[in-house]
């Protein structure tokens, strides 16, 4: 069973992200153009800018999720594991390792050092 959501407040989007292969930029936008024509898109990972993209309109705790998602992209793509799985499996991965870390995020209480 999963715990209820905490009360606790977003923290802001950073600026940048680590990654294996050097800092991905991050960005929060007032649009993105969908991938896919017809699809609903909150964020993008583009592997040549190093950058992902994050829709500005979206709940504080969405745009971690989003944030997630698309910083997954960019692993599994700086690991070359984008030739080994199809577009579908790599959604479905994201999708579970993005919301998975923010739940954790949530719901873990903070703590003094």
């Known amino acids: 069973m999963t715990p209820p959501a905490s009360g606790r407040a977003a923290p802001p989007i950073p600026k940048t992200l680590w990654s294996p292969l050097g800092p991905l930029r991050v960005r929060v936008v007032?649009?993105?153009t969908p991938l896919v024509r017809g699809s609903v898109?909150?964020?993008h990972y583009d592997p040549k800018k190093?950058?992902?993209?994050?829709?500005?309109d979206l709940?504080?705790?969405v745009q971690w999720q989003t944030l997630r998602h698309e910083w997954f992209h960019a692993l599994?793509?700086?690991h070359g594991f984008h030739q080994a799985?199809?577009?579908?499996?790599?959604?479905a991965l994201c999708d579970l390792v993005g919301t998975a870390l923010v739940a954790e995020m949530r719901n873990t209480p903070l703590t003094a050092a």
């Open 76 to 78: 599994v793509f700086d």
């Open 59 to 61: 709940d504080p705790w």
């Open 30 to 32: 007032k649009r993105l």
């Open 50 to 56: 190093r950058t992902i993209r994050i829709l500005a």
């Open 41 to 43: 898109d909150f964020g």
């Open 85 to 91: 799985f199809t577009e579908e499996q790599i959604e």
